[in-house]
């Protein structure tokens, strides 16, 4: 079945740090691939998203790369504020409607001043 | 637009209990799914709806109804309320380019 694995948090970073969180995947055919994002007290909002492989989705800064080799898609930002502080999400959706999706578990990251 | 919108925003039940939570979309989407969220576990889909009339379940449906008869509400029934089911549970509706909207949440506790 479909899966997905993201880093273990919580992460804490200073402001401007560089921020990598990973993103691994399993499912058959050919997923797309979502970053969402939960700030506190509230619901899930994309980030970005890729639809094919080698694709690049991005955001307010944030990147992820769509790599079908490293079944993976990793999200970076180079230079993060206090205001990136939030729940983030890797998700996937598979199959011929691409409607379910299937997330990791969540990746905490607290930016500070 | 004012996107998916869930009530209550909180809730307090005890064991036994009965109660929907609502789920309303203004977007115009077929597919429309409810979400569980736990610490450590990501979301876990409960129940979701390809269109009006036609419900099936997720990972973790027992425990919890459904029914879909407008394009635009999705309520979700706990009919009889369990500690194991206190949580944050969202609402989501998907649209152009499979991304999902999700509501605000209910976050629901049960004594």
């Known amino acids: 079945g479909n899966s997905v694995t993201q880093m273990e948090g919580p992460v804490t970073l200073s402001e401007e740090a560089f921020l990598t969180i990973n993103c691994t995947y399993t499912a058959t055919g050919y997923p797309s691939l979502f970053w969402y994002v939960q700030y506190p007290g509230e619901g899930l909002q994309l980030l970005l998203k890729?639809?094919?492989?080698?694709d690049k989705g991005s955001n307010k800064g944030f990147e992820a790369t769509y790599r079908k080799e490293t079944t993976s898609f990793h999200l970076e930002k180079g230079s993060v504020q206090v205001s990136d502080s939030a729940v983030y999400f890797c998700a996937l959706g598979s199959g011929g409607s691409n409607y379910k999706l299937t997330f990791g578990k969540g990746t905490l990251l607290t930016v500070n001043p | 637009n004012a996107g998916v919108t869930q009530t209550p925003k909180f809730q307090v039940l005890k064991t036994g209990q009965s109660m929907t939570l609502q789920c309303a979309q203004d977007m115009n989407h077929e597919y429309m799914s409810w979400y569980r969220q736990d610490p450590g576990m990501g979301l876990r889909l409960i129940h979701y709806s390809v269109g009006a009339g036609i419900t099936d379940q997720g990972e973790v449906p027992n425990g919890y109804n459904v029914s879909r008869s407008t394009t635009e509400d999705f309520p979700l029934r706990l009919l009889s309320a369990a500690p194991s089911q206190t949580s944050v549970y969202f609402c989501?509706?998907?649209?152009?380019?499979?991304?999902?909207?999700f509501g605000a949440g209910t976050r629901l506790s049960v004594l």
């Open positions: 989501a509706s998907t649209g152009p380019a499979r991304v999902q909207y």
């Open positions: 890729a639809t094919k492989a080698d």
